[in-house]
Structures are given as structure tokens and as C-alpha cells.
């Protein structure tokens, strides 16, 4: 977190660095797919057949299932998997 509390902490200042961690996470989430997806848009347009499929095969992949599946399948197939 950004800001230091504890549960002693107000209720205003939870609410804060609350806001402030969903900001944060917001903007690390849009760098990292801006990112990807400039990487995996010039990987498609590569003259190399085995990067210009796989990229395919990526984008394809994850633009045709719901986001809402997605977050189920990481969530119970990966997460809950791991040890606690």
C-alpha cells in the first residue's frame, strides 16, 4: 500500500488507501496492457510464421472468452491450487 495504517486507523483513513491501491493497481494494470498489447500487435505482424501464430492463436484465445470465465479459471484453476 501507498500509505501506512493499522486498525486503529479511521475509517476516512482506510477508505483513502483504499482508493489509493485500487488507483494504483489501475494504472499498473493499463501500463502492463499497453504493454502486451503492443507487443503481441507487432508479434502479429512479424514475417516469423511460429511468432506471427502464437500471437494469433493468444489473441484469439482470449478476445472470444468472456472476461467473466477468464476470472473464474485463474481463480479456481490456478489460485486455488496453490498452497496456502
Excluded: C, H
Amino acid at each position: 500500500s501507498l500509505i501506512d495504517y493499522s486498525e486503529a486507523s479511521s475509517y476516512g483513513m482506510t477508505f483513502v488507501v483504499g482508493l489509493l491501491n485500487t488507483i494504483l493497481i489501475a494504472v499498473m494494470g493499463i501500463i502492463a496492457a499497453t504493454i502486451l498489447g503492443f507487443i503481441l500487435g507487432v508479434a502479429r505482424l512479424s514475417d516469423n510464421w511460429l511468432i506471427a501464430k502464437f500471437s494469433a492463436l493468444y489473441i484469439e484465445i482470449f478476445r472470444n472468452i468472456p472476461l467473466l470465465l477468464q476470472i473464474f479459471f485463474w481463480y479456481y484453476a490456478v489460485l486455488r491450487t496453490l498452497p496456502t
